[in-house]
């Protein structure tokens, strides 16, 4: 594993998959744990060494999983626990951790609990949801999916009362003010230690923050600490990953003191990292450096692309927003969705462009944080549009040619979600089979940016300085410790740039780790010769410098 001990997230590569659309080793057209087992070798050659998994457990399936009927089972269609605990020992034999999925904001209305509560009013349950008889005096606010849903308030008939979800309706809010809430949680991340996970991302972590509900509940982040301790106390190494899509000022609380949570999506350089690469202008990189605290003392940022969701885009600036939904979209719109975002993949936003994903994983891959893999994405893998709402972007992974992209021998019909069979970014065209074979294909350059990062991890500490590349199209910035400078170039453009530096790298003492593009050094300042979406690493020893 990379790094021992309890700082091993900080050098870790991400890799995050949904068990369902991933392989099915049993032919019944969902991918299954067994199937997942069988394609560790592929994850362990990317050179990632820790697998994020998406939700597995029981549940109606109305948000993909994230409407959960059971805490504590494997969903039966995707295996057993014992399959997930020999899932959880044979990644570890090869060094990779996993982490698991934790959707505490709120159960699925299936789950046991909200069916005991809506029955029986005095049941210990009820007190587990938020209620209201008076929902015109109730605490009212913003549902999260605005298309599909009118309000955070849903009438229940058997209760005879609203309960509140800041979610899908079929997705009531859990009252994390209770005692007995937080127990059962607490239980639930020991169950799931016990079992082999390494640690959890929370899911909704910022909803789960907000006010709730009648009673003006406003939690602390105290809930987390509280979860960090019995976590910690548990298995000293294992982590929590916070999915909290906040306003940058006040992302540094997710970190309390540096005693809450370990890791923290950035949505912020997300918006900003992926518009910038798309529309080949650095100004959304350097914005993004202005607005995002400096957590360096606290925590550490996991830093992605794209994520299974939509494309939020709510950090960028207004007309930023308008011009991302326009350029990125087809002409139809069909892309867009809950007024914030695209439900499309890296390569729909990129146009299938396999020289402009690989240089946007060497920029997402040489910042600070914990770099976060979206699986497909290292292959190009494209969106389904006819699918409903994000399920686009969760088409099963294409390992070949063969029928159903070799993800499964079921009829295509009966697949979790079909697999993409016409078009560009059908099987036939994109596949990890075909991609193994080529060393300049996209997968075969991901895998040497994640090596380089492996390779050079003094870089996750380095302080980050952008400089004046003298281009709005071309990137450049460089990590510094006290004994290693790292400069990096990336050009955006559709053309050729060079871009002279003035920064102390002398000759002797540097090397470039990485990429397609040239450089000269000369006098102390560097020269960078770039072709269109070129991409440089290089790495000086500052111990020989004077
Ligand atoms: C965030 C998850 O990533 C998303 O897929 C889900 O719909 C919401 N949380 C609600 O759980």
């Known amino acids: 594993m990379t790094g021992t001990g309890q700082d091993w997230y900080e050098d870790a590569v991400v890799y995050t998959l949904d068990v369902k659309t991933f392989n099915d080793s049993n032919g019944d057209g969902w991918g299954d744990f067994r199937g997942l087992i069988e394609k560790l070798d592929y994850i362990d050659d990317l050179g990632v060494d820790c697998i994020w998994l998406r939700p597995f457990y029981p549940s109606p399936l109305r948000d993909n999983g994230y409407d959960v009927a059971d805490y504590r089972d494997v969903d039966d269609r995707l295996g057993s626990l014992s399959d997930f605990e020999e899932f959880t020992d044979r990644a570890h034999e090869r060094g990779i951790r996993v982490l698991t999925d934790v959707v505490f904001n709120h159960t699925s209305m299936d789950h046991g609990w909200f069916q005991a509560a809506r029955e029986d009013p005095e049941s210990e349950y009820h007190d587990y949801y938020l209620w209201t008889s008076h929902v015109e005096d109730a ?53 799931w230690l016990d079992k082999g996970a390494d640690g959890f991302r929370i899911d909704a972590a910022h909803p789960m923050l907000m006010q709730k509900g009648h009673n003006g509940t406003e939690e602390g982040i105290w809930l987390f600490k509280e979860m960090r301790d019995v976590v910690k106390a548990e298995k000293d190494h294992a982590i929590l990953l916070a999915e909290a899509d906040d306003q940058p000022e006040h992302l540094d609380h997710y970190f309390g003191d540096g005693d809450t949570f370990d890791l923290l999506f950035n949505f912020v350089l997300n918006a900003h990292m992926t518009y910038a690469a798309g529309v080949k202008d650095t100004w959304p990189l350097h914005r993004a450096d202005e607005i995002l605290p400096d957590i360096s003392d606290v925590g550490h940022w996991a830093n992605f692309l794209r994520n299974h969701d939509e494309w939020n885009l709510l950090k960028l600036p207004d007309d930023a927003l308008q011009h991302a939904r326009e350029y990125f979209g087809p002409d139809d719109d069909s892309s867009w969705i809950f007024g914030r975002g695209h439900r499309l993949r890296l390569a729909d936003l990129y146009d299938g462009d396999h020289d402009r994903i690989a240089m946007a994983h060497s920029l997402l891959f040489s910042y600070p944080g914990t770099p976060v893999i979206l699986s497909g994405d290292e292959i190009g893998m494209g969106s389904d549009l006819w699918l409903d709402e994000r399920e686009s972007v969760r088409t099963p992974m294409q390992w070949d040619d063969s029928e159903n992209g070799g993800f499964s021998e079921a009829d295509r019909e009966d697949c979790y979600n079909p697999p993409i069979a016409h078009g560009r970014f059908s099987y036939e065209h994109i596949n990890v089979a075909d991609q193994r074979e080529h060393p300049e294909s996209l997968l075969s350059r991901i895998q040497r940016i994640v090596a380089t990062r492996q390779d050079n991890l003094e870089l996750v500490d380095g302080s980050f300085h952008i400089a004046d590349s003298g281009h709005r199209d071309v990137f450049v910035h460089r990590l510094d410790t006290d004994d290693t400078a790292f400069i990096f170039a990336h050009n955006f453009a559709d053309e050729s740039r060079e871009s002279v530096l003035q920064w102390e790298v002398p000759d002797a003492d540097t090397t470039q780790e990485l990429g397609p593009g040239d450089y000269h050094v000369e006098d102390g300042g560097v020269t960078f010769l770039l072709d269109a979406c070129d991409y440089v690493w290089l790495r000086g020893d500052k111990s020989h410098w004077d």
């Open 139 to 191: 605490y009212d606010t913003i549902n999260i999916f605005p298309e599909y849903e009118d309000g955070v308030w849903s009438y229940d008939e058997v209760a005879g009362k609203h309960y509140f979800h800041q979610f899908y309706h079929h997705q009531p809010d859990l009252n994390v003010a209770n005692p007995k809430v937080r127990d059962e949680m607490h239980d639930i991340l020991r169950f």
